[in-house]
């Protein structure tokens, strides 16, 4: 159990240190990328 | 008494006309421009993933964070929209009930404002690093 609290830590800091090196993180959410994606989108009226 | 100066409306992630002509002669960024590249079988794990990335991505943009905010963007479809409709690629009435817009034109409207929104992100930022590497 402690065991895995500490890989969980981790892999936290590891990816809080490939964070800090990133100068811009930008997350396009939802973005439709091909025509399934087009489809729902359309369906959902956005 | 003199003029009063006009304030800088501008703000990061806001897509606005700016001359971008440097663009060519600045710093690349240390960037990670990414969207969902997954499949769930369940579609409430995708939304718990969903949440999570969007609490670790999204930061308000004002006070404390707001340094911190234009370096951690999360780019909506909400946003695409409104700037599709205030450059004119969709009209008010398009974006509203957009399952009857021409697919292609909604692909070529959804494409121009990704790269409208990345540029007003990614520009300023791109001039602060070009300064910073001037003076050190």
Do not use: C, H
Not at chain 1, 23 to 32: A, G, M, N, R, S
Not at chain 2, 6 to 33: R, W, Y
Request: aromatic share 8%.
């Amino acid at each position: 159990m402690a065991n895995d609290e500490e890989k969980e830590n981790a892999k936290r800091a590891r990816f809080e240190k490939l964070k800090d090196e990133l100068e811009l993180t930008v997350w396009l959410k939802d973005f439709p990328r091909n025509a399934l994606d087009f489809q729902e989108l359309r369906r959902s009226g956005a | 008494m003199p003029p009063k100066k006009k304030e800088d409306k501008k703000t990061f992630g806001q897509a606005v006309d700016e001359d971008i002509s440097d663009a060519g002669s600045l710093p690349l960024l240390n960037d990670f421009v990414f969207f969902n590249l997954y499949a769930f079988k369940y579609r409430r794990n995708r939304l718990n993933l969903e949440k999570a990335l969007f609490q670790e991505f999204y930061i308000p943009p004002e006070g404390e964070t707001a340094e911190l905010a234009k370096r951690n963007r999360v780019i909506q479809i909400s946003d695409l929209l409104n700037q599709s409709k205030a450059k004119g690629y969709l009209t008010e009435d398009e974006a509203s009930k957009i399952a009857d817009v021409d697919e292609t034109k909604l692909r070529q409207a959804l494409s121009r404002s990704t790269n409208e929104i990345l540029a007003s992100i990614t520009i300023p930022l791109r001039r602060i690093k070009a300064d910073q590497e001037r003076i050190f």
